[in-house]
C-alpha cells in the first residue's frame, strides 16, 4: 500500500495543494526526501505564479496528479547541503525552476539541454527517480540535486527575480539560440504579460531595436515608456500591420491563446524566423506559401538547460532585469488564480512564502 504524502519521506513539509479540477488549493501537510550526498535544501521565500500553474490545477492539459503543489519559479535561502555537493554553502541564494531531474545520458543532456530529454522530470506533478511524485514551491521547503540548483546574484531581489527561473529562461534561451542577440536587429516580442515583458527587458540589454505587438493599444505607454520597447503595433490595425510589413528580423510569440500566424509572418524581413514560446491549447494554422515566398522559418522553444538558465540569471544580474511583479500572501492565492484566469495582473504574481505560509 502507498504511503501517504505526509509519511513518505523522513522530513515533514508543508504547502497548499489542489486535490482535484476544480483547482481550488487550501493547506497540505507532505514530506520531502531527506538531503542526499549532492542535494541542496532551502528554506522557500517565494514562488512565482506561472500560467503553467493554473493549466496544472485545472488538469487543462490532460496529465495533472493530485494532490498537485504547484510553483516552478522557486527561490530561497540553503539551510543544508549534501556532501558532495560542490558549488554551494548554507546561507547562498538560489533557486529552482521548471525541471529537478533528467536521464542525465542522452544527446540533449550531454549538450546541457536536459529541457529537452525525453525522461526530463518537473518540478512538480511528475514521477522522481524514487517513483514519488514531485511537489512545487508553493510550500516551505525545497529539496533538489545540485545540477538543479541555479545561483543568485546578490544585487537580485528574490521577489523579482523569482519568475525569472520560468518566464525569463523562457524567452533568453530562443533570443540567443535563433541569434536574436545581435545590435542593429529589429525583433517583435508579441503579448504583452507574463512572458512578453521580460522579452522586452532581455532583448533591449542584448541592443536590439524592440517593437511590441499586442491586441491591445492601452498597453502602448508602457510598454514605450517603463518596459523600453522602440515602438507598438496594435495587431488589430490593418494600417499599423501593413506600414511595418517586412521590417523584422525576428519575432518572439508569447500568446498562449488561439491566434492567427498569418499577419506576424508578414512583418518578418526574408529568411525571419517566427519563434512561438506559448503554448496555446489548440492547433493554430500555419499558413505554407507566405513562409516559402520569403524563406522563413517558424520555430518553437521551452524553457532552457541549467548551463543557460545560469547564464540568463547572471546576465539578468549584470543588467539588473527583473520581472513586473505583484506580491501576495500565501491566503490570497485562490484570488490570485482567478485573477490570472482573467489576465488580472502587471505582470507576474509571487507569493511571500517565508512571511505568510503558516502551518496548520
Known amino acids: 500500500m502507498a504511503k501517504s504524502p505526509e509519511l513518505e519521506h523522513p522530513t515533514k513539509a508543508f504547502g497548499w495543494a489542489a486535490r482535484d479540477p476544480s483547482g481550488v488549493l ?26 503553467s500553474d493554473l493549466h496544472s490545477i485545472k488538469n487543462e492539459w490532460g496529465f495533472s496528479t493530485y494532490p498537485l503543489v504547484p510553483g516552478h519559479e522557486i527561490v530561497g535561502i540553503v539551510t543544508e547541503v549534501g556532501s558532495k555537493v560542490e558549488k554551494f554553502k548554507v546561507g547562498d541564494k538560489v533557486g529552482v525552476g ?6 542525465h545520458s542522452c544527446d540533449n543532456c550531454i549538450n546541457d539541454l536536459e529541457n529537452y530529454c525525453p525522461k526530463m522530470i518537473l518540478t512538480y506533478g511528475a514521477t522522481y527517480y524514487d517513483g514519488t511524485i514531485t511537489y512545487g ?3 516551505d521547503v525545497m529539496v533538489a540535486e545540485e545540477r ?17 527561473l520560468c518566464a525569463g529562461i523562457t524567452v533568453y534561451s ?22 512578453g515583458h521580460v522579452a522586452v527587458k532581455f532583448a533591449k540589454a542584448f541592443g536590439v531595436k524592440v517593437t511590441v505587438i ?6 502602448k505607454q508602457e510598454a514605450i515608456e517603463q518596459l523600453g520597447a522602440d515602438s507598438f503595433l496594435v495587431s488589430r490595425d490593418p494600417d499599423q500591420m501593413l506600414a511595418a510589413m517586412g521590417t523584422m528580423d525576428g519575432i518572439i510569440d508569447t500568446v498562449s491563446a488561439v491566434h492567427p500566424l498569418l499577419p506576424l509572418l508578414g512583418l518578418l524581413k526574408s529568411q525571419g524566423k517566427l519563434v512561438m514560446v506559448g503554448a496555446p491549447d489548440r492547433p493554430l494554422e500555419l499558413p505554407v506559401f507566405s513562409l516559402l515566398k520569403g524563406r522563413k522559418i517558424v520555430a518553437g522553444s521551452c524553457i532552457g538547460g541549467m548551463k543557460e538558465t545560469q547564464e540568463m540569471i547572471d546576465f539578468a544580474g549584470k543588467h539588473y532585469i ?15 488564480m482567478e485573477r490570472l484566469e482573467k489576465n488580472d495582473v502587471r505582470y507576474r504574481f509571487v507569493i511571500d512564502i517565508g512571511n505568510t505560509l503558516k502551518a496548520a
Open 26 to 51: 487550501s493547506p497540505f501537510k507532505f514530506s520531502r526526501r531527506a538531503t542526499g550526498e549532492k542535494d541542496v535544501r532551502f528554506k522557500v521565500l517565494y514562488c512565482g505564479i506561472c500560467h
Open 98 to 103: 521548471c525541471m529537478v531531474g533528467a536521464c
Open 137 to 139: 514551491g508553493y510550500s
Open 148 to 164: 538543479y540548483i541555479v545561483r543568485f546574484p546578490d544585487n537580485l531581489p528574490l521577489d523579482a527575480g523569482a519568475p525569472l
Open 174 to 195: 530562443p533570443l540567443q539560440h535563433f541569434g536574436f542577440t545581435k545590435p542593429g536587429m529589429h525583433i517583435g516580442v508579441v503579448g504583452l504579460g507574463g512572458l
Open 214 to 219: 499586442s491586441t491591445s493599444p492601452n498597453k
Open 322 to 336: 527583473t520581472a513586473e511583479v505583484e506580491v501576495i500572501s500565501m491566503d490570497y492565492l485562490n484570488t490570485a
